[in-house]
């Protein structure tokens, strides 16, 4: 079973190459792009862990269910049940930070809620009274639909073609629903700490795919990039529960935001060297990121035909397995 714990090992491992990976190819892509690679990496690595602890974690299952004494897979075996309990307290504690984390985006969007309630709407705009300066938008509660929140103090601190900015920046948000692409990130985290690393990565990228909507909307990227440095500097995104900011355009480095919005408008990678370069990141963290998920569904495969042989019978879908376990002298 030696062959089992390497594969495990690989697929445990296999995230951390793959966020460096992820995080330099998004870096290289138009904002959208980059925005669904992190996403995307996030969810596959964190769906390949999952799997490999599943896989660890059903070797006694498995035995029971195919009639084989327990005491017989340890003999084989004799680590079976220290690493399947193990692999079990693993899962348990990623659902716990799961629900937990998940009980968190819900307080806090509940919270947002009733602090927008005085509001005073504008169609798809709540202009909330008061000195505070912010701006944020407000994904749909319980069948009600998302809102922009504007505070009275941004609305007197930016000038009407700023406030256009501002208000196209946050309905981008909502309408590229990119609270869905945060908050599945933010959940992968909590499956494999190698995750937590794209968090800040798809922030910025967010913000700069809301800020690319911005700038078409208005026609204008210099006052798009003055825009948002004004806000910016009129006040700052609060945090307001457990490090997870809502969406706001004064979040992320805003520098780094102004100074893309003052370049041409993003797109593909051009030139050789370049479309090179971001193809072979590309392929890279897909490459990574499957391989997680086939070496997990390997665990799971090389676990079955281990009982099988212990039986005495092998099944037709383990015969490669066989194969991979002759070459390999198990």
């Known amino acids: 079973m030696t062959l089992v714990l390497v594969l495990v090992l690989l697929v445990l491992a296999l995230p951390w190459p793959a966020a460096v990976i992820a995080r330099r190819l998004a870096a290289v892509l138009p904002p959208r792009g980059a925005c669904w690679t992190l996403a995307g990496a996030a969810l596959l690595l964190a769906g390949g862990t999952v799997s490999a602890l599943i896989g660890l974690f059903h070797v006694p299952f498995l035995a029971s269910l195919e009639h084989l004494p327990l005491r017989r897979v340890m003999e084989e075996w004799p680590a079976a049940v220290p690493v399947a309990c ?4 693993v899962m348990l504690a990623q659902l716990v930070l799961l629900v937990r984390r998940w009980a968190t985006h819900r307080s806090l969007l509940k919270r947002a809620w009733l602090a927008a309630e005085d509001g005073i709407e504008d169609g798809d705009v709540l202009v909330v009274p008061g000195t505070d300066v912010d701006a944020f938008a407000l994904p749909g509660y319980r069948g009600r639909r998302g809102q922009v929140v504007v505070t009275s103090g941004m609305v007197r601190a930016l000038k009407a073609g700023e406030r256009e900015v501002l208000l196209a920046h946050e309905r981008a948000h909502l309408e590229g629903r ?6 599945a990130v933010d959940l992968a ?7 937590r690393g794209l968090r800040e990565a798809l922030a910025l990228h967010l913000e700069r795919w809301a800020d690319e909507a911005a700038a ?10 003055a825009a948002i440095a004004r ?11 457990d490090g997870y ?3 706001s355009a004064t979040s992320g480095p805003v520098p780094q935001r102004v100074e893309a919005l003052l370049l041409p408008e993003p797109s593909a990678p ?17 490459a990574v990121a499957l391989g997680s998920l086939a070496l997990a569904y390997g665990l799971h495969e090389y676990v079955e035909f281990a009982a099988r042989r212990l039986l005495g019978v092998e099944s037709g879908c383990s015969s490669l397995w066989s194969a991979v376990n002759t070459l390999l002298g198990q």
């Open 270 to 286: 051009r030139g050789g060297v370049r479309r090179a370069g971001a193809l072979s990141m590309a392929v890279a963290v897909s």
């Open 178 to 183: 990119h609270h869905l692409l945060s908050a």
């Open 216 to 225: 078409a909307v208005v026609g204008n990227r210099r006052v798009a990039a």
């Open 86 to 89: 193990a692999a079990g307290v």
């Open 245 to 247: 900011p809502l969406l």
């Open 189 to 195: 985290a909590m499956v494999h700490p190698a995750v």
């Open 231 to 241: 806000a910016a500097l009129a006040g700052s995104a609060r945090v307001r529960a």
